[in-house]
T-cell receptor
Framework: NAGVMQNPRHLVRRRGQEARLRCSPM?????VYWYRQLPEEGLKFMVY????????ESGMPKERFSAEFPKEGPSILRIQQVVRGDSAAYFC???????????FGQGTRLTVV | GDSVTQMEGPVTLSEEAFLTINCTYT??????LFWYVQYPGEGLQLLLK?????DKGSNKGFEATYRKETTSFHLEKGSVQVSDSAVYFC????????????FGGGTRLMVKP
């Protein structure tokens, strides 16, 4: 059973471009969580999704950020018109049920130049 | 809201030294508590957890005890190895927050031979 797969591992975008980060949860996992880790800081919760539903997006910036988890395919975190402050590591975690242990992917390191 | 505070690093130790990384928390209800480890360039791995007061989580020689009276979950290891060099994150999950984790800022451990 493959772990949580995130791609790309590294992403470089110029200011103003769009960034798309993908997360394929572990097989059988229908709950996905996105976290952001700014340099030298801990992880901050962004959004919690189940298939086709956003359950909690209280940690998402109000503008430019969106997330989806379609019925088929990976979860996508989309950042429009990126700015330098978006440079961070973005981690995805998945779990089979709401209260069970979450497993983390290796992260996508976004650099905005 | 929920919060986790852990000692700032870096913590530099010689091999076979005793390790303590302090972690205290603020939460409503009765959270579950976790320690995650992040090796360079990698995602987070669950190191150990405790789900109720006085529980002791342990793994790979590391242990931490859930102390409700002091709202603490300090990480300890009796004899560290060079391979333990990593960043350690304390985290909690409230019962009413799905599986969302609130993280501390992380503590970098460097073990020298």
């Amino acid at each position: 059973n493959a772990g949580v797969m995130q791609n790309p591992r590294h992403l470089v975008r110029r200011r103003g471009q769009e960034a798309r980060l993908r997360c394929s949860p572990m097989k059988g996992h229908s709950h996905v969580y996105w976290y952001r880790q700014l340099p030298e800081e801990g992880l901050k919760f962004m959004v919690y999704l189940q298939k086709e539903n956003i359950i909690d997006e209280s940690g998402m910036p109000k503008e430019r950020f969106s997330a989806e988890f379609p019925k088929e395919g990976p979860s996508i975190l989309r950042i429009q018109q990126v700015v330098r402050g978006d440079s961070a590591a973005y981690f995805c975690a998945s779990s089979p049920t709401e209260g069970s242990e979450a497993f983390f992917g290796q992260g996508t390191r976004l650099t905005v130049v | 809201g929920d919060s986790v505070t852990q000692m700032e690093g870096p913590v530099t130790l010689s091999e076979e030294a005793f390790l303590t990384i302090n972690c205290t928390y603020t939460a409503t209800g009765y959270p579950s508590l976790f320690w995650y480890v992040q090796y360079p360039g990698e995602g987070l791995q669950l190191l150990l957890k405790a789900t109720k007061a006085d529980d002791k989580g342990s793994n790979k020689g590391f242990e931490a005890t859930y102390r409700k009276e002091t709202t603490s979950f300090h990480l300890e290891k009796g004899s560290v190895q060079v391979s333990d060099s990593a960043v350690y994150f304390c985290a909690l999950s409230s019962n009413n927050a799905g599986n969302m984790l609130t993280f501390g800022g992380g503590t970098r451990l460097m073990v020298k031979p």
